[in-house]
């Protein structure tokens, strides 16, 4: 065994002090030394994850850029349609000259008059629809009881100060 100081400070206080720790050396059976052949088995073993790792990275690099290239083409083939509608815009003609404002008006007064005179149908076609609630007569209310009297719990009331041993 080895007797080793190592300083360590206490919090709140700026002094060092010293503490004791004991290294204890290594006991009980040391590790069994792997032999020549297990060594090259393992070698072998770590050979063959390595390829195996570099092959399985090869052949993710190959379908990422075939499908890269694939979608390129895709992109390519969109753009070619998007480009082939493209027509001259179609000519057109100037805008009429605005009408007369009373002129509008009259025409606006005339479709509001035609537009009133179709509610008012629909209104009465409505009502014939609605079947008419029929009427019943009130029914005579009973007049209420008057209630009933109350308990009457304390009979004679009794006067606390009149014996000095009724607290």
């Known amino acids: 065994m080895v007797e080793l100081y190592k300083p360590f400070r206490y919090k709140g206080s700026g002094v060092y002090k010293m503490s004791v720790y004991v290294k204890n050396e290594k006991t009980g ?3 069994r030394k792997l032999s020549k052949k297990q060594k090259e088995h393992l070698d072998k073993v770590r050979a063959k994850a390595i390829e195996a790792c570099k092959q399985k990275k090869r052949d993710r690099l ?26 001259p815009p179609p000519e057109t003609s100037p805008a009429p000259a605005p009408r007369h404002p009373e002129e509008e008006f009259g025409n606006f007064m ?9 509610r008012h149908e629909y209104n009465l076609a409505q ?13 005579p209310q009973q007049k209420p009881q ?22």
Do not use: C, D, G
Request: glycine share 0%; charged share 40%.
């Open 29 to 31: 059976k040391p590790k």
């Open 127 to 139: 009502q014939k629809l609605k079947p008419k609630p029929t009427i019943n007569p009130p029914k």
């Open 62 to 87: 190959e379908v990422e850029a075939r499908v890269k290239a694939e979608l390129k083409e895709r992109k390519k083939k969109e753009r070619v349609k998007k480009e082939k509608p493209k027509t």
């Open 110 to 118: 005339a479709h509001m008059e035609r537009f009133e005179k179709m």
């Open 146 to 167: 008057p209630p009933t009297p109350a308990i009457n719990i304390i009979s004679q009331p009794t006067n606390p100060y009149t014996s000095a041993f009724n607290w």
